[in-house]
């Protein structure tokens, strides 16, 4: 099992930056793939962005130029960021990590964003 902690969220202005943070520790060593997703009420969760244990990296169109998945892992824990920059406030939403192996995927509790003047 892997066990997963999201912090980072909370209120910004339009224009305002944010980092969240996502701290997995268990069984991480077959992780592969680490991510961010978003949901909205109503609407079905979106992929954000995603990155590799090799480093390669995947936005969403709607975020690409703004934001920056990067992660750190040792033997006990995987931390994987996420840095939103020039945020609007149609990037309001609740924001999961997501780890994947080739058989897993697991999920945080979510960390509210919410971008408003």
């Known amino acids: 099992q892997v066990q997963l902690v999201e912090s980072g969220g909370g209120l910004v202005q339009p224009g305002g930056s944010l980092r969240l943070s996502c701290a997995a520790s268990?069984?991480?060593?077959?992780?592969?793939?680490m991510g961010w997703y978003r949901q909205t009420p109503g609407k079905q969760r979106e992929l954000v962005a995603t990155?590799?244990?090799?480093?390669?990296?995947?936005?969403a169109d709607s975020v690409k130029g703004r934001s920056t998945i990067s992660f750190i892992r040792d033997n006990a824990k995987i931390t994987v960021y996420l840095q939103m920059n020039s945020l609007k406030p149609e990037d309001t939403a609740v924001y999961y990590c997501n780890l994947k192996s080739v058989i897993n995927n697991y999920w945080g509790q979510g960390t509210q964003v919410t971008v408003s003047s």
């Open positions: 268990g069984s991480i060593f077959n992780i592969n793939v």
């Open positions: 990155v590799t244990k090799g480093g390669s990296v995947n936005y």
